[in-house]
């Protein structure tokens, strides 16, 4: 049988193997010649011709992962991964018409992680997609340690009456049911399900071929019309209980500043900046943050403020090279990012220079700052901001340029109604054409969050 090319998953998490009853007998008991993160466990489904199934390994990135060492007797297996710390991978096992999916929050190196693949997985990776389908969060934003405290929510689902108990024996019956090991070509039962935010299917986690082909009893119950409605229903009410992104820290907030550095950017009366007015542009130099807490802020701690700079030039890098945040690489636009609690005020600027040096030809401008509340004015689970380099008409507390304005703001000042209060997050103008188009929700990092308990 050819081997098929497994359909793109469109969303996805990471499990990690718990309360597992059996040890794969004597398979972590040889040497192993080159240092391996190792996966390995039992198929609850009997598969009768392993060398037919196709079982693949995917990182968060989607991309695959080529084991250096398989083994797969259809009823365990043991892969050998080159030796990483990996996290949220996708284990999916295809074989004939099914697809069944388990998934690995984290795997360190040169360890040993049992993941079994099971009705049970392919039903949390099908309620966990789902969810994560909602709200477009991302595999890759996914906290492994917070998504443990999820799965164990599902699993506890999974023995209580309710659509996560119906969604399980719904699987486990096509599963055996419909299971055929001689089809050598798609559709499979399962897919990666996609809803919407109003949690109505966009992608139905049944193959629509499969079902056409079919006409299974999805509910054991002899009726099969509507078989992907009533299968689709199911699953939603099932992904409605669960966050797999965890729930928002009640206690802080990822913070997200950006600073475009583009030339020709509107200041905040929509004049064009002059980038280099204050800061002297050499070879060499790149963008830093630095921020400090404000004399004004209730939250008062010097540890935050350290890790935003404590009011030293030059020191805290931001990135413009797709990593740490930044969502576009060599787009000018230039982000860094922090944890900060929740009501805290600060105070903050930018500098165009080379690390450890000092303010003289490296900041915006002399003196002042920029100002912010530290609060989710959209309720998103972001602070964010973007700011022109240079601008002096927006949230520079003292000798604002804005002709709006009185030349100094408050925490409460309006400068431009249709931005709202200048120290806060706001809608973001993308256009440069001095009018906010967007509420900027990264998709690059995910919020911060803790887990879930109830």
């Known amino acids: 049988m050819q081997a098929r090319t497994l359909l793109a998953l469109t969303l996805g998490l990471g499990f990690a193997a718990c309360g597992l009853e059996t040890v794969f007998a004597n398979a972590g008991n040889k040497d192993q010649l080159r240092p391996a993160s190792r996966l390995y466990g039992t198929v609850s489904l009997p598969i009768p011709n392993p060398d037919t199934a196709v079982l693949t390994v995917n990182s968060g990135a989607f991309n695959e992962i080529t084991p250096f060492e398989y083994a797969f007797d259809g009823g365990a297996y043991d892969l050998k991964l080159p030796s990483s710390n990996y996290t949220n991978l996708i284990l999916t096992l295809t074989s004939g018409n099914v697809r069944l999916y388990s998934f690995v929050p984290e795997a360190k190196e040169e360890s040993s992680t049992r993941v079994d693949i099971s009705s049970a997985t392919t039903t949390e990776y099908l309620i966990s997609a789902a969810r994560l389908s909602t709200t477009g969060d991302a595999l890759t934003a996914l906290n492994p340690k917070t998504y443990l405290a999820t799965r164990a929510l599902i699993q506890s689902g999974f023995i209580s009456e309710g659509p996560t108990k119906d969604l399980l024996a719904a699987v486990d019956s096509l599963t055996k049911k419909y299971y055929d090991p001689a089809v050598t070509s798609e559709p499979v039962i399962f897919n990666s399900p996609v809803l919407d935010a109003g949690y109505s299917t966009t992608t139905s986690a049944l193959d629509q071929n499969w079902v056409k082909g079919n006409s299974p009893d999805v509910l054991g119950n002899g009726e099969r019309t509507d078989v992907s409605v009533t299968f689709d229903k199911l699953l939603a009410e099932a992904a409605m209980l669960y966050r797999p992104a965890g729930c928002p820290d009640p206690t802080n907030v990822r ?3 950006t600073v475009n550095f583009a030339e020709g950017q509107k200041d905040g009366n ?18 830093f943050f630095v921020g400090w807490i404000h004399k004004d802020s209730p939250v008062q701690d010097s540890n935050v403020a350290a890790l935003m700079g404590n009011g030293v030039p030059n020191q805290i890098p931001m990135y413009d090279d797709g990593t740490n945040g930044d969502e576009v690489a060599g787009d000018s636009i230039w982000t860094v990012t922090f944890d900060l609690p929740i009501g805290t005020r600060i105070g903050y600027k930018y500098t165009w ?23 989710d004015v959209n309720g998103d689970g972001f602070v964010y901001r973007r700011d022109n380099f240079g601008d002096e008409a927006t949230n520079k507390d003292a000798s604002n340029s804005s002709i709006y304005g009185s030349g100094t703001i408050t925490w409460d000042t309006i400068l431009r109604p249709a931005f709202g209060i200048e120290a806060q997050e706001q809608m973001v103008d993308t256009d440069n054409d001095c009018k906010p188009n967007i509420w900027v929700r990264p998709t690059a990092i995910g919020p911060l969050t803790v887990a879930c308990t109830q």
């Open 353 to 375: 220079g080379f690390r450890g040096a000092v303010w003289t030809g490296s900041e915006e401008w002399p003196g002042n700052s920029h100002i912010l509340a530290i609060k």
């Open 255 to 257: 913070s997200v500043f």
């Open 270 to 287: 929509c004049a064009t900046l002059q980038r280099f007015k204050w800061a002297v542009d050499k070879p060499g130099k790149s963008m």
